[in-house]
T-cell receptor, first 114, second 110 residues
Framework: DTGVSQDPRHKITKRGQNVTFRCDPISEHNRLYWYRQTLGQGPEFLTYFQNEAQLEKSRLLSDRFSAERPKGSFSTLEIQRTEQGDSAMYLC????????????FGSGTRLTVV | AQSVTQPDIHITVSEGASLELRCNYSYGATPYLFWYVQSPGQGLQLLLKYFSGDTLVQGIKGFEAEFKRSQSSFNLRKPSVHWSDAAEYFCAVNDYKLSFGAGTTVTVRA
């Protein structure tokens, strides 16, 4: 297994456009998480899935954000009508169930909204 | 709700010197604690974790951390720093999701 993969690595978009990011987790991991990280800050939780079920969404996840994990495999995060404040690194992670398991993170997608 | 605080925003250390990064946690029960490292433009790599047993845990890259319940701390240490240790370090606590501190940036000078 090659770990958690995220695509694309970088995305530059104009304000108002829609963007979609993809995350492929480690195959045997049933949990998948999305985090957002801005410069100089720690990652902030956005949402997580257990298999295909989305179990929690942060208040940070406005109505313009939507995440899916069809069939409990890869996940997509879509941002509609992007704003400059959406510029950040979007990190995906996966884990097995259980608090003692650390997450395996992907390399992230760097979004710049111009 | 669980949380962690990293009091030091930036630390500069000389190559070969020792390093200690502070982390304080707030959690009602037995915490599951982690340290991650992030190089510029990269994702996060797990250094070590603690959830029970020996309060001194060993991790990768020569790092260790000590859990002190009385001080609500989980400080990260390395006896001798290498230039490649320059990175950002995050402490995190896991309830059912990881919550991260703001991070400490480590600069290594020659």
């Amino acid at each position: 297994d090659t770990g958690v993969s995220q695509d694309p690595r970088h995305k530059i978009t104009k304000r108002g456009q829609n963007v979609t990011f993809r995350c492929d987790p480690i195959s045997e991991h049933n949990r998948l998480y999305w985090y957002r990280q801005t410069l100089g800050q720690g990652p902030e939780f956005l949402t997580y899935f257990q298999n295909e079920a989305q179990l929690e969404k942060s208040r940070l996840l406005s109505d313009r954000f939507s995440a899916e994990r069809p069939k409990g495999s890869f996940s997509t995060l879509e941002i509609q009508r992007t704003e400059q404040g959406d510029s950040a690194m979007y990190l995906c992670a996966s884990s097995l169930e259980g608090r003692g398991d650390g997450y395996t993170f992907g390399s992230g997608t760097r979004l710049t909204v111009v | 709700a669980q949380s962690v605080t990293q009091p030091d925003i930036h630390i500069t250390v000389s190559e070969g010197a020792s390093l200690e990064l502070r982390c304080n946690y707030s959690y009602g029960a037995t915490p599951y604690l982690f340290w991650y490292v992030q190089s510029p433009g990269q994702g996060l790599q797990l250094l070590l974790k603690y959830f029970s047993g020996d309060t001194l845990v060993q991790g990768i890259k020569g790092f260790e951390a000590e859990f002190k319940r009385s001080q609500s701390s989980f400080n990260l240490r390395k006896p001798s720093v290498h230039w490649s240790d320059a990175a950002e370090y995050f402490c995190a606590v896991n309830d059912y999701k990881l919550s991260f501190g703001a991070g400490t940036t480590v600069t290594v000078r020659a």
